[in-house]
């Protein structure tokens, strides 16, 4: 007999050994039926990139004890198309991405990759979220990630998703139990203010580290940014229709 729990995919730009997607399928194991197809090695800062210039490689692997699991050698994109069609070749009831290791808070989501698995879902009309833990670390502590995930899928299951839109959630670093609740906000506007370290190699060839500062740019207090500060998780619902409507009027009054 079929089983009637939800089907739900998880993935991550981290890597399929990352602690952060660990313990996300552990949690959604208490959902539904779960799947995970991840990159085999870290993809962040990815963005929506596809694979199409080599072959991309999916392996089974025992990599969880209780949930299906593959690796795959492209991209979190790539593990969501492939998720879908080679692997489960259906329609998953909820993609989940993460726990990532670290914010994927304002203007992040554009570069994120753990982003990018959950637009890639939204566009398949497929309710989706990206979770992050404000931590970088790789032996993060994901306990009180962990607990605002539980609540935001129970939720998604319970209600639904607007069409087209994923959410983006995002967690402090605090200690366990100091998360002051969960608020439904607006992406910040801030950017890199990129710098380039050019460094020589041992063969006196050029090479260079992107580096930079992230500046804020936002003083509005219904930003992701802002909440996080104030030691709150955020959600912010994200579109992966990025036509500015506002502006349409104004470049048809040049008349082109």
């Not at 808070?105 to 309710?127: D, F, R």
């Not at 906000?185 to 050029?206: E, I, L, M, V």
Request: with cysteine; net charge negative; proline share 5%.
């Amino acid at each position: 007999m079929e089983s009637k729990k939800p089907l739900i995919l998880v993935t991550n730009d981290d890597g399929i050994t990352a602690k952060g997607i660990f313990s996300l399928q552990e949690a959604m194991l208490e959902f539904g039926d779960v799947v995970v197809v991840a990159p085999d090695s870290p993809q962040s800062g990815m963005g929506h990139a596809i694979t199409i210039n080599e072959p991309l490689r999916l392996k089974k692997g025992n990599f969880f004890e209780s949930a299906e699991a593959y690796a795959c050698s492209g991209t979190p994109v790539d593990c969501v198309k492939l998720g879908i069609y080679e692997v489960l070749h259906r329609t998953p009831d909820l993609i989940v991405s993460g726990v990532n290791h670290g914010a994927n808070t304002s203007t992040n989501v554009l570069y994120s990759g753990t982003m990018s698995a959950a637009v890639e879902g939204a566009m398949e009309g497929i309710p989706s979220i990206g979770f992050s833990l404000y931590d970088y670390a790789a032996d993060a502590d994901f306990t009180n990630a962990i607990e605002v995930v539980k609540k935001v899928v129970a939720k998604v299951l319970e209600k639904g998703m607007p069409k087209n839109v994923c959410l983006n959630v995002n967690i402090p670093d605090l200690p366990i139990g100091e998360v002051k609740g969960i608020e439904v906000c607006k992406q910040a506007h801030a950017f890199w203010d990129d710098r380039f370290d050019k460094r020589k190699d041992p063969f006196n060839n050029d090479y260079y580290w992107l580096t930079g500062d992230f500046v804020l740019q936002d003083t509005t207090k219904d930003t992701d940014l802002y909440w996080i500060e104030k030691g709150y998780a955020t959600i912010v619902p994200t579109q992966f229709d990025m036509t500015a409507h506002k502006a349409m009027n104004e470049i048809e009054n040049w008349k082109i």
